[in-house]
């Protein structure tokens, strides 16, 4: 199977609607976020997930973009295609859903497109490519993101329900909508200095702002320099840590809006440390799957078009 990944048109029995399907594009992006790799993408993919080493047998061969995998079994260009989550490859518990890769792919046709909307209750819609999305927790008037921070800073500030000493304000402060990109980057809540896991509910209205203020950390270094809000898109995060195809937004607040995030915009701050010491147990002892219903739920974040223009690399 190591072979097959690496080279699959070569070493495993594709699917005849596969083979055309690459001959007539480079793979397939629906409204809905289903990915269907392309043919010089799809051995990284399957790379990168150790499909090899957690479902030997099997190829993947797209995505939903949210943490879900398809698959074929890598021997049979009739196999049905399974679903699987991303950080639970077990055979055993893969579903079916479609009797084989034609009828799948025929299934998704209708909705094909590189581009998908989503419409906020307000009526705005945004216009982005899935790769670069805010995925966040939200409701009409705030939205959660995520810090990790030492135990003397978490202990303080869930005391006074806001962010006082022994806090920096003197520095800038990351906050990242994803919770398993600061899963990653924490390592669990395990790495020194980052052992207590916070969600910090925020209003709407000072993310929007800050995101109006902000400038991308590949652009022109003079300008990083003085931006008062740095943003960078790093690749999402996998239960195992496995980069995804899709990036996560994280936004950095300088020292001259530190104030104002601390004082006006943050609503609430809540230790999700247990909740992070549970999934872990979970994932380390088998049960992904649990460990992911413990997650917070995570959808698409409604941008104004300024907004989503301002954010999108290369727009």
Same mark, same amino acid.
């Given at each position: ?9 070569a ?17 397939? +992006?629906?409204?809905s976020?289903?990915v269907?790799?392309s ?10 997930y ?10 993947l061969?797209?995505?939903?973009s ?7 079994r ?21 579903d079916?859903v479609?009797a084989?890769?034609?009828?799948w792919?025929?299934s998704?046709r209708?909705?094909a ?6 419409s ?8 982005m ?7 966040a927790d ?27 000493a022994?806090? &920096?304000? +003197? ?6 909508p ?8 924490s ?24 995101? &109006? ?13 003085q931006?008062?809000?740095?943003v ?12 995804l195809? +899709? ?23 809540t ?15 088998? +049960? ?6 413990l ?6 974040y ?7 223009r ?6």
């Amino acid at each position: 199977m190591a072979e097959a990944v690496s080279r699959p048109a070569a070493a495993t029995r594709l699917p005849a609607a596969l083979v055309a399907l690459w001959s007539a594009r480079d793979g397939l +992006h629906t409204e809905s976020g289903v990915v269907v790799y392309s043919a010089g993408d799809i051995g990284e993919r399957n790379a990168t997930y150790e499909v090899a080493r957690y479902a030997p047998g099997f190829l993947l061969v797209g995505d939903d973009s949210g943490g879900r995998g398809f698959l074929l079994r890598a021997d049979d260009p009739d196999s049905a295609v399974f679903s699987s989550d991303l950080g639970d490859l077990e055979p055993a518990y893969f579903d079916v859903v479609a009797a084989d890769f034609a009828s799948w792919i025929e299934s998704l046709r209708p909705e094909a497109k590189r581009l998908r909307e989503v419409s906020a209750p307000d009526g705005r819609v945004q216009r982005m490519a899935p790769q670069y999305q805010i995925r966040a927790d939200y409701d009409a008037d705030t939205i959660v993101v995520y810090q990790a921070y030492a135990p003397a800073i978490a202990d303080a500030a869930l005391r006074a329900g806001r962010f006082v000493a022994p806090f &920096s304000f +003197h520095r800038m402060t990351w906050i990242k909508p994803s919770f398993l990109w600061l899963m990653h980057r924490s390592n669990w809540a395990r790495k020194p200095g980052q052992e207590r896991v916070l969600a910090v509910r925020m209003t709407r209205r000072g993310w929007e702002e800050a995101l &109006s203020q902000a400038v991308l950390t590949t652009a022109d270094p003079a300008a990083v320099s003085q931006a008062a809000v740095h943003v960078q898109w790093d690749p999402e995060r996998s239960l195992r840590g496995a980069a995804l195809n +899709h990036y996560s937004i994280q936004v950095g607040i300088g020292r001259t809006l530190i104030r104002t995030f601390t004082d006006d915009w943050i609503v609430s701050l809540t230790d999700l440390t247990p909740l992070v010491r549970k999934a872990t147990a979970l994932a380390q002892t088998g +049960h992904a799957t649990k460990a992911q219903r413990l997650f917070p739920a995570e959808r698409a974040y409604p941008l104004p078009p300024t907004l989503e223009r301002l954010l999108s690399p290369g727009g």
